[in-house]
């Protein structure tokens, strides 16, 4: 019988198929739910949405969400919204709410560096108001 201590390494060493996958990072999300939301732009966000359409959705499988890169930080009212809504009209309800590329600010977001609140911050406000203006 192994001993408590290699018990614990194999336990650490399974991990889900969801924490295998690049593209997740936990710091991450933690700075995006540190973030203004980005339909209200209320501060902090307190909630991350996995976007589920456009190129997110190659990424996901039976019972397993995108990556962490295709994450936005929501408020939690709005993200519940959302959620109500279904995928398949979350890219209307999105734009309705004046967030027009939700995919480019994922994307944004997942590349900018230092990966800080105060950056992903300076993102989140440029890019709605270069959205805004069109």
Request: charged letters at 30%; glycine letters at 6%; a positive charge.
């Given at each position: 019988r192994p001993s408590l201590i290699d018990r614990e390494e194999a336990k650490r060493r399974r991990e889900s198929a969801q924490e295998r996958r690049k593209g997740n990072d936990e710091r991450h999300l933690a700075i995006l739910r540190l973030?203004?939301?980005?339909?209200?732009?209320?501060?902090?966000?307190?909630?991350?949405?996995?976007?589920?359409?456009?190129?997110a959705a190659k990424e996901r499988g039976m019972g397993m969400r995108a990556t962490d890169r295709w994450g936005i930080p929501l408020a939690h009212d709005i993200h519940m919204d959302l959620e109500s809504h279904g995928s398949r009209r979350e890219y209307e309800f999105l734009a309705a709410r004046g967030l027009y590329d939700p995919y480019g600010l994922a994307q944004a977001l997942w590349e900018a560096w230092p990966k800080t609140v105060e950056t992903y911050t300076k993102i989140i406000l440029a890019y709605r108001e270069v959205r805004v203006r069109i």
């Amino acid at each position: 019988r192994p001993s408590l201590i290699d018990r614990e390494e194999a336990k650490r060493r399974r991990e889900s198929a969801q924490e295998r996958r690049k593209g997740n990072d936990e710091r991450h999300l933690a700075i995006l739910r540190l973030c203004p939301c980005a339909i209200s732009l209320t501060m902090p966000a307190g909630e991350v949405h996995h976007l589920k359409t456009g190129p997110a959705a190659k990424e996901r499988g039976m019972g397993m969400r995108a990556t962490d890169r295709w994450g936005i930080p929501l408020a939690h009212d709005i993200h519940m919204d959302l959620e109500s809504h279904g995928s398949r009209r979350e890219y209307e309800f999105l734009a309705a709410r004046g967030l027009y590329d939700p995919y480019g600010l994922a994307q944004a977001l997942w590349e900018a560096w230092p990966k800080t609140v105060e950056t992903y911050t300076k993102i989140i406000l440029a890019y709605r108001e270069v959205r805004v203006r069109i």
